[in-house]
Nanobody
């Protein structure tokens, strides 16, 4: 069973860069056919898809966040990364790592990590 664990700073100042790590176990980010996504949930709001990297390394982004977001991976560490620049208070949210099998529709979630953007 795929397990996902997010990590990163809990507090970021406005205009700074956010870097989050998703460590994957129980599956391979290269050989298992999943879309490895970042999804966030601001307080009191619904889930927002940020973007994903596929098992072959293609990346897709939400149009509204594309200009500030980069998703990358380290295949040797079986890890997926999120980088978001120029953080704003409205980026405050719980950030989740997610794995979705496009053929099986099997889905896994990390526990999430709280990110607060505040000076």
């Amino acid at each position: 069973q795929v397990q996902l664990q997010e990590s990163g700073p809990g507090l970021v100042k406005p205009s700074q860069t956010l870097s989050l790590t998703c460590t994957v176990s129980g599956g391979s980010i290269t050989t298992d056919y999943y879309y490895w996504s970042w999804i966030r949930q601001p307080p009191g709001k619904g889930l927002e898809w940020i973007g994903c990297v596929t098992n072959i390394g293609n990346t897709w982004y939400s149009p509204s966040l594309r200009s500030r977001t980069s998703i990358s991976r380290d295949t040797s560490k079986n890890t997926v990364y999120l980088q978001m620049v120029n953080l704003r208070p409205e980026d405050t949210a719980v950030y989740y790592c997610n794995a979705l099998g496009p053929l099986t529709q099997r889905q896994y979630w990390g526990l999430g990590t709280q990110v607060t953007v505040s000076s």
